[in-house]
C-alpha cells in the first residue's frame, strides 16, 4: 500500500526563521496539497499542485511558499515564523479528480518560540 | 466563494444515543461533492462518507448521511453512539469546476460519554 510520509513530524522554530516541511507520496498521485489545521478553525488550503512543477494558490497562501520539484513530493516553507504560533500542518494527495477524497499524512507539529 | 458551515463545535452524548452533526454547504455549482472526513486524537484525517447523488444515502462504518440539494445539506448520523466515536468530524465540498480545491468546515468534536 502507499503512504504520505512528512518531515519532520515536529518542528520547534524562532520566530522570523524560515522554515521547511516535506512531504512524499508513494501512490503515484497528480495532486498534491498543504493544509494547516488550527483549533476550531477547520482545515484551511495553503497551496496545492495539480502536477509537477505546477502550484496553485489556496485561501492561506501569504506568508508561505511552495515547492512541488518532482510528482511524489511537494515542499512548504514558512518565509516568517510568527511569534508564539502553533499550528499542525497536513499534506495530503489525491488522484486529482474532484471526486476523489484526498488521503493525508501525519502531520508536522510547529511550534515557535 | 465556495463555503462549509458546521454549526457545532462540541457534541457530547452518552453512549448509545443517536448521533447527528450537521453540515450545511454553499456553492454556485449544482454538481458539488461532499465528503465526511474523521480524525481522532492523534491521527490524521481519514475519509469516512463521500456523496454526489442527491437524495440519496451513503453508509459506512455504521454512519450515514444523505445529500440533500435542496437544503444544501449533509448531515452525519448513526444511529448509536459509541465511545470509540470520539473524534473530530469535518465536513468538505469539491466540485468538478472548482478544480481540485476541496474546502473543509470548522469541525465537529464529538464526545461519548459511557
Known amino acids: 500500500g502507499g503512504i504520505i510520509t512528512q518531515t519532520p513530524k515536529f518542528l520547534i522554530g524562532q520566530e522570523g526563521q524560515k522554515l521547511t516541511l516535506k512531504c512524499q507520496q508513494n501512490f503515484n498521485h497528480d495532486t498534491m496539497y498543504w493544509y494547516r489545521q488550527d483549533s476550531g478553525k477547520g482545515l484551511r488550503l495553503i497551496y496545492y499542485?495539480?502536477?509537477?512543477?505546477?502550484?496553485q494558490k489556496g485561501d492561506l497562501s501569504e506568508g508561505y511558499d511552495a515547492s512541488r520539484e518532482k510528482k511524489s513530493s511537494f515542499s512548504l516553507t514558512v518565509t516568517s515564523a510568527q511569534k508564539n504560533e502553533m499550528a499542525v500542518f497536513l499534506c495530503?494527495?489525491?488522484?486529482?479528480?474532484?471526486?476523489?477524497?484526498?488521503?493525508f499524512g501525519e502531520g508536522t507539529r510547529l511550534s515557535v518560540l | 466563494g465556495d463555503s462549509v458551515t458546521q454549526t457545532e463545535g462540541l457534541v457530547t452524548l452518552t453512549e448509545g444515543l443517536p448521533v447527528m452533526l450537521n453540515c450545511t454547504y454553499q456553492?454556485?455549482?449544482?454538481?458539488?461533492?461532499l465528503f465526511w472526513y474523521v480524525q481522532h486524537l492523534n491521527e490524521s484525517p481519514r475519509l469516512l462518507l463521500k456523496?454526489?447523488?442527491?437524495?440519496k444515502r451513503t453508509e459506512h462504518q455504521g454512519f450515514h448521511a444523505t445529500l440533500h440539494k435542496s437544503s444544501s445539506s449533509f448531515h452525519l448520523q448513526k444511529s448509536s453512539a459509541q465511545l470509540s466515536d470520539s473524534a473530530l468530524y469535518y465536513c468538505?465540498?469539491?466540485?468538478?469546476?472548482?478544480?481540485?480545491?476541496?474546502?473543509f468546515g470548522t469541525g465537529t468534536s464529538l464526545l461519548v460519554d459511557p
Open positions: 468538505a465540498l469539491s466540485d468538478l469546476h472548482m478544480g481540485y480545491k476541496l474546502t
Open positions: 499542485s495539480i502536477t509537477e512543477n505546477d502550484l
Open positions: 495530503a494527495s489525491s488522484i486529482g479528480q474532484g471526486n476523489q477524497a484526498p488521503l
Open positions: 456523496s454526489f447523488t442527491d437524495n
Open positions: 456553492t454556485i455549482y449544482s454538481n458539488p461533492f
